[in-house]
C-alpha cells in the first residue's frame, strides 16, 4: 500500500528554523503533486506550501518569504524549509500526496512547537 513518512518535526525557538521531508512508498504509479498542511489547534486544516512533481510551487501567504519547498524526484520525497518562525507556527504539519491523477493521502502528522 502507498505510505508517507514524514520527519523534522520538533520544537525550535522564535527566530528559528526548522526542515520537514516527507517520502512516499509503496505502488504510486506517478505522483501528482505533494504537499504540507498544517492544523493549529481549534482551527482548520491549511495548506502551508505545495509542489507539483512538474516543479510548480504554492505558498500560503503566510510563509511566502520564509519558506522553500523541494522535491527529490528520485526519491519521492519532499522537503520544506521554514525560517523565522513564530510561536504562531505551532502546529500540527501533515504531508500530502495527489498520485494516480485523482488518489491522494494524508501522513499522520508531525508536531511543530516554537517556543518563546
Known amino acids: 500500500q502507498v505510505q508517507l513518512a514524514e520527519s523534522g518535526g520538533g520544537l525550535a525557538q522564535t527566530g528559528g528554523s526548522l526542515r520537514l521531508s516527507c517520502t512516499a512508498s509503496?505502488?504510486?504509479?506517478?505522483?501528482?503533486?505533494m504537499g504540507w498542511f498544517r492544523q493549529i489547534t481549534g482551527k482548520q486544516r491549511e495548506l502551508v506550501a505545495s509542489i507539483t512533481w512538474g516543479g510548480i510551487t504554492n505558498y500560503a501567504d503566510f510563509v511566502k518569504g520564509r519558506a522553500t519547498i523541494s522535491k527529490d524526484n528520485a526519491k519521492n520525497t519532499i522537503y520544506l524549509e521554514m525560517n523565522s518562525l513564530t510561536p504562531e507556527d505551532t502546529a500540527v504539519y501533515y504531508c500530502?500526496?495527489?498520485?494516480?491523477?485523482?488518489?491522494?493521502?494524508w501522513g499522520q502528522g508531525t508536531q511543530v512547537t516554537v517556543s518563546t
Open positions: 509503496g505502488p504510486i504509479f506517478g505522483i501528482n503533486a
Open positions: 500530502h500526496l495527489v498520485y494516480r491523477g485523482a488518489r491522494f493521502l
